[in-house]
């Protein structure tokens, strides 16, 4: 344990409660803290949502339609998307970043790279210079949040198909875990949509195994344009210093894609919840980050950063507290103080 890190510890340990009683909060306070490196003691939340259009979804790997993603991502604007009303209640600021929806009208921040990317059941999912393009697009909204003078991020997404995207991609990265990586997503119930969402994976992986050298090759071949922007923010939090909350499974896929490349971004990185999605766990495994760790099991399988607000929510509660409450040194005085008196008048 480092200086800074003991220095940390033996304040919240002075605090006027059981030491580690505030539990994975607790934790997570200290590992806040750290990143700031006293530069601040009070949260300044943003709510960052990356939104794109995936072209698998013409291989019928979906229930819904394509077009929810345009229409779902305006309601976020509008304050009557979940993950709105979530950032609203709370006085939360958010951002809708569009980065490939499939419509000609952009929505919230225009950073379109393409209507939605290619099917990867076809053909690579997107350009050399497309990646590149969407990681510097999620780089450029953390800085723009920092200068905004936010101190803690935390991420969601919008696309349908992207756990599709996801699920390719972290089979990429695990292909022993294939068979348990691939979920329902949004088709709860639905195993025929599962089993070929599961089939036309694994030929993409096998088609393009020859290719994937690296995250971005793999994020070229089978990942989306959220995935990619969500990759470049986390990868810009590790350098800012600005600690993060990932919310599910698709943001989980991009932490596992951002530690690939730069190991100390799981430094800044806080876990939120586990995601009903089976591949959620495997992603943090291979993340190096403790699933345990993680503060919600409320089986949450929205999105949109949803899990991560609540997380934000209650970190916020507890960074307050732990600045403002008192310490066990003067608790224990005063009761000392009212246990000598009592004594006194006992035995006067």
Request: hydrophobic letters at 45%; aromatic letters at 6%; glycine letters at 10%.
């Amino acid at each position: 344990m480092k200086a800074e890190e003991r220095r940390i510890r033996a304040w919240l340990d002075s605090l006027a409660k059981p030491r580690g009683s505030l539990g994975i909060w607790e934790r997570q306070v200290e590992k806040v803290l750290l990143v700031w490196r006293d530069k601040s003691h009070e949260l300044s939340p943003k709510h960052i949502i990356f939104a794109a259009d995936n072209g698998v979804v013409r291989a019928g790997v979906v229930s819904q339609l394509a077009e929810v993603t345009y229409v779902q991502s305006r309601h976020m604007l509008a304050g009557t998307a979940a993950v709105a009303c979530f950032c609203r209640c709370n006085n939360i600021s958010y951002e809708v970043v569009d980065v490939g929806i499939a419509h000609p009208q952009e929505v919230g921040v225009g950073r379109k790279i393409a209507q939605g990317t290619h099917d990867f059941s076809l053909q690579p999912a997107m350009s050399k210079g497309e990646v590149e393009r969407a990681l510097h697009v999620g780089a450029e909204r953390v800085r723009v949040a920092q200068q905004e003078g936010y101190n803690l991020l935390s991420f969601g997404e919008m696309g349908i198909g992207n756990t599709t995207t996801s699920a390719a991609v972290l089979g990429a990265l695990v292909p022993q875990e294939i068979d348990t990586i691939v979920g329902y997503g949004a088709s709860q119930g639905n195993y025929g949509l599962v089993l070929k969402k599961k089939k036309i994976i694994v030929q993409a992986l096998q088609r393009y195994q020859s290719e994937m050298h690296g995250i971005e090759d793999i994020l070229r071949c089978v990942g989306g344009f959220d995935i990619a922007a969500l990759t470049g923010a986390m990868l810009a939090c590790a350098t800012a210093g600005i600690p993060f909350f990932i919310d599910g499974f698709i943001t989980a896929v991009a932490l596992a894609c951002a530690v690939s490349i730069n190991a100390s971004v799981r430094d800044v990185a806080l876990l939120s919840h586990i995601s009903r999605e089976p591949g959620m766990s495997a992603a943090l495994r291979y993340s190096g980050m403790d699933i345990y760790e993680a503060p919600l099991q409320g089986e949450l399988a929205l999105g949109e950063g949803t899990g991560a607000i609540l997380a934000v929510i209650l970190l916020r509660t507890v960074l307050y507290t732990v600045f403002h409450m008192g310490s066990m040194e003067t608790l224990n005085q005063e009761a000392r103080k009212i246990h000598q008196q009592r004594r006194r008048d006992e035995d006067g």
